[in-house]
């Protein structure tokens, strides 16, 4: 009879190739205002879909762990077509454990009907600032598009290091010698002007040229600029510099 089985496939049929997400192209991150640290900043991500966002589907970024801090001055507003007239209404926005930098953000409500295939801008205002510190940063920026299951359509990974790093926020120092006679014993008075706060443990760190000091000894004194009292420094050598690090000016925090 017709109905009887001459051939079966396995109850698990594997097709290949293996499906896999579509890129998202010419994705473009930069940042605005400023590159100097604890500065308010905006960000702006720039991508070219190749798949339709279906209806329900979101828009989601995630960023390289401390790279874009909390400012309490308000609430993240996106903003996207163009001319970035256009907020994104409903967004959820995800900060680490300590509440301290940005870790995701997913536009809930781009798509409530598909997006077509297409060219889009965003640019993430209010609510962000520059990093109070610079130190080495790793990770990526992430971006991609999904569907109302969550399931992910297109993706495309920047590195941190694509991306214009962070600078710390410049200030002019003055230095002074006492004495200005070749050979002889000085001492050097270091005036500066900060720009923002100490943060409670901070120090502060002098690189001297070792061809303009010579050294009467293996180690130096340090004092506040009245004299009135001494600090606690230390004194190495990190190739043609000598490095001074004072240890205990911000033991409890200080002002500008």
């Known amino acids: 009879p017709s109905s009887n089985k001459i051939f079966k496939a396995p109850a698990v049929l594997n097709a290949l190739p293996d499906l896999e997400v579509g890129p998202l ?34 828009v989601i970024f995630t960023f390289p762990d401390k790279r874009i801090w909390k400012n309490g001055a308000g609430a993240i507003v996106v903003k996207t077509d163009s001319t970035y007239s256009t907020t994104v209404a409903t967004t ?18 781009l798509c409530t009907s598909a997006c077509a295939v297409g060219a889009y801008q965003f640019k993430i205002t209010t609510g962000i600032k520059n990093p109070n510190y610079v130190e080495t940063l790793t990770g990526n920026f992430v971006t991609y598009t999904t569907d109302a299951t969550g399931a992910i359509v297109n993706r495309d990974i920047k590195p941190n ?26 001492n050097l008075t270091v005036a500066f002007t900060t720009v923002n706060s100490f943060g409670l443990g901070s120090k502060i760190l002098f690189y001297m040229p070792t061809d303009q000091i010579a050294l ?18 230390t004194l190495e050598t990190v190739g043609s510099y000598y490095v001074i690090t004072i240890n205990e000016w911000c033991i409890y925090g200080s002002g500008v």
């Not at 009135?228 to 420094?233: D, G, N, R």
Request: net charge negative.
């Open 92 to 109: 959820t926005i995800t900060w680490d454990a300590t509440d301290t930098y940005l870790t995701k953000l997913s536009l809930d409500s």
């Open 25 to 58: 192209n010419n994705h473009v991150v930069t940042f605005q205002n400023t590159q100097y640290t604890l500065s308010t900043t905006e960000y702006l991500i720039s991508f070219q879909t190749t798949s339709v966002i279906p209806a329900g589907g979101k």
């Open 216 to 233: 009467t000894g293996s180690s130096i004194v340090c004092k506040k600029g009245d004299l009135s009292s001494t600090l606690l420094c």
């Open 161 to 186: 290091s694509d991306v214009a790093e962070i600078l710390a926020t410049p200030m002019t120092a003055t230095i002074t010698r006492n004495v200005a006679t070749l050979s002889a014993e000085t």
